[in-house]
């Protein structure tokens, strides 16, 4: 079998805060394969951006990697240099932010923004990159794209904006791209648009996608494989057509539980996981999804579950559900 | 654009016109005028003599045809004359304006290569040493009045090195190193003095705009780091500097006032104040005149910055 493009294996990242150091992931393992797409799911704050942050390394000051390695391309990330790291970022790992609207800077013109990677990497002229901005502005299907090249951020529409993003992405044809929450700011009728066209480019450069999301709608439609996070683990995986058809993780079956239906009854109420996302400077002992747990058994306050293959490619870490 | 530098240019009549007005009329407020003082002067104190002089000079008239008569005036150019010297008061202003215009520009320009770049480094690294050093160090600044500090300038090294800096003014064209020599002493303790204020607001400013999602982005290109400084944050975050500059502008005039007194440069502070003791009616509204239209034609070119750094307010 081919090595996997990126393997995180065991990773941990804490930060400090005012409140003291919070583990923000606790020994995170994935992999994600060439020309795959993988969705990573799960609440606010169960470390879906993070990981994909410390595979940037863009974690910031207050942020680090406390164990556990990244590898891409069978190179390790975490102990590469910071020049080696920056080399890498917009060229080969590229990142589409969630929020279209502030992620790109609104004192520079949109064709200087896409250009800059293939400036910054490629070793072109700025002429040539505006040019090449041109093209990949085209490629995001932005009406007019010669004629923006020269327009500010805030004369573009949200949807626009997060086009830009993408181009500015792919200006490099990255081998991989991390799309965190990319569609949740925008309208649902453009939420569609953007996600189809992010799939068909990264098929085309045959790149890998790490999309991150909240919506199980999305999972469904654009991904290959699913990692569901909470509270800074990741507790189950599996291929996206066998997620859906045997959730095997508590917290994956309340997921799929809690998705409203065209079929319910009007008037129903939705189907929700009781009590609250976990703290996560004072997560739960053991398993840290145990008090919302429906089967939780005194095992599971005691001890961490740990990620285990339960069917074949299907792994889970939990003790006790039978699903 | 053209458009909008005329509708500031309008915007800053009614202000002008009212500056004028409170000028013109408290510096006849202040007790003593200046017949008492001619008078007291030449030794003659008959009621005649004031009556005459008083016809001479135009001041018999009541206050606002004197103020019509003088709007009149400004609107031809005329400043009117020097009630002592009797010469214009343009023709004063013409020598001291520039070299006090010198002071302030080479004050702004110590200010500014100052502040930024330190205000850039202190906010790169938050809490360090170097932080807080130059944090120190600006609220020193702050505390510390310009013309106090002129004064141990001018003692110190006198008694210590007996080195003194000069106080000979040289015009800039007749000798540009000698007119440097003399003015840099005073234009970097105004410019330092400056510089505080502009260092803190750079430092926040930085520290805000570097939490910034679109620094992230820049960062997620593999963008050099200084790259990212200079092009992506600095222009944000010089939008506000560029405001507190402009709102400095009256500081920076009134701080070249004072420290020409204590350098003996003969600039328009010098040319004030022996217009103020000596009730010199004209001059002293001239050179309002002349500080209120600089201090509202830099908050123009303020204005017009924006749009040079800012897209939004181009549009």
């Known amino acids: 079998m081919m090595d996997p493009l990126l393997s995180i294996s065991n990773l941990s990242v804490n930060f400090k805060t005012e409140r003291g150091n919070v583990q923000a992931l606790d020994g995170v393992s994935l992999e994600v394969n060439e020309g795959e797409t993988l969705a990573i799911v799960g609440e606010s704050g169960s470390g879906k951006s993070v990981t994909a942050l410390s595979v940037l390394g863009l974690l910031g000051d207050s942020g680090g990697v406390s164990g556990g390695d990244i590898e891409f391309a069978g190179e390790s990330l975490v102990n590469a240099s910071d020049e080696h790291r920056r080399e890498i970022r917009g060229n080969q790992i590229a990142m589409i932010f969630q929020e279209p609207m502030s992620s790109l800077n609104p004192v520079l013109t949109i064709g200087k ?19 090449e901005a041109g093209k990949l502005l085209e490629l995001v299907s932005i009406p007019d794209a010669q004629e923006r090249l020269g327009d500010y951020p805030h004369q573009f529409s949200g949807g626009m904006r997060q086009r830009v993003m993408i181009a500015m992405a792919l200006a490099c044809q990255p081998k991989l791209i991390i799309a965190d929450e990319p569609t949740t700011a925008l309208d649902v009728t453009v939420q569609a648009q953007i996600l189809s066209l992010l799939k068909n480019l990264t098929t085309e450069l045959n790149s890998s996608l790490v999309i991150i999301t909240h919506d199980l709608g999305v999972v469904a439609r654009y991904a290959n494989r699913v990692a569901v996070m909470y509270g800074g683990r990741i507790v189950e995986t599996a291929s996206a057509a066998e997620l859906y058809r045997n959730p095997q993780h508590p917290y994956t079956v309340g997921l799929m539980n809690s998705i409203p239906t065209l079929h319910g009854k009007p008037g129903a109420r939705l189907n929700t996981i009781i009590g609250q996302p976990p703290d996560l400077s004072n997560l739960p002992s053991g398993c840290s999804f145990h008090p919302r747990c429906p089967f939780a058994k005194p095992q599971c306050m005691q001890s961490k579950p740990k990620l285990e293959e339960i069917f074949p490619n299907h792994f889970r870490a939990c003790f006790g559900y039978e699903g | 654009m053209r458009l909008l530098i005329i509708r500031r240019l309008l915007a800053l009549l009614p202000t002008l016109i009212f500056t004028s007005i409170i000028v013109f009329a408290s510096i006849r407020m202040i007790p003593g005028d200046v017949i008492d003082l001619m008078l007291a002067q030449n030794d003659i104190s008959t009621g005649n003599d004031r009556a005459v002089i008083e016809a001479a000079l135009g001041l018999d008239q009541p206050i606002y045809i004197q103020y019509f008569v003088w709007v009149v005036d400004v609107l031809s150019g005329d400043l ?33 290569s100052v502040a930024i770049p330190i205000g850039i480094y202190s906010a790169m690294r938050q809490d360090s040493m170097g932080d807080y050093i130059t944090r120190s160090f600006s609220l020193l600044m702050l505390a510390v009045p310009s013309f106090w500090l002129a004064t141990l300038v001018m003692v110190f090294p006198s008694v210590w090195w007996r080195w003194a800096p000069p106080l000979q003014y040289t015009p800039f064209l007749e000798d540009p190193v000698a007119n440097l020599a003399h003015m840099s ?54 939008i506000p500097v560029v405001t507190l500059v402009g709102l400095q502008a009256p500081l920076l005039i009134g701080g070249a006032v004072i420290l020409e007194q204590i350098f003996v440069i003969p600039g328009m502070g010098l040319m004030l104040l022996e217009a103020v003791f000596q009730r010199d009616y004209p001059v002293v509204t001239g050179v309002f005149l002349v500080v209120g239209v600089s201090i509202l034609l830099i908050n123009l070119v303020v204005d017009l910055t924006y749009s040079l750094l800012d897209p939004k307010v181009r549009s």
């Not at chain 1, 990677?117 to 002229?125: A, D």
Request: proline fraction near 4%; include cysteine.
């Open chain 2, 185 to 238: 002493v005073p234009a970097i303790l105004l410019g330092l003095s400056l510089s505080a204020v502009t260092m803190r607001m750079t430092r926040t400013m930085m520290l805000e705009v570097l939490r910034q999602d679109y620094i992230r982005t820049a960062r997620a290109k593999g963008l050099k780091e200084n790259i990212v400084i200079v092009r992506h944050a600095l222009r944000n975050c010089l």
């Open chain 2, 80 to 112: 009117g004359r020097s009630l002592w010297q009797n010469t214009p008061v343009t023709e004063q202003l013409a020598l001291t304006l520039p070299i006090t215009f010198e002071l302030g520009f080479l004050a702004l320009l110590v200010a500014l």
């Open chain 1, 113 to 131: 923004q896409v250009a800059e990677p293939i400036w910054q990497h490629r070793n072109k002229s700025w002429k040539d990159a505006i040019c």
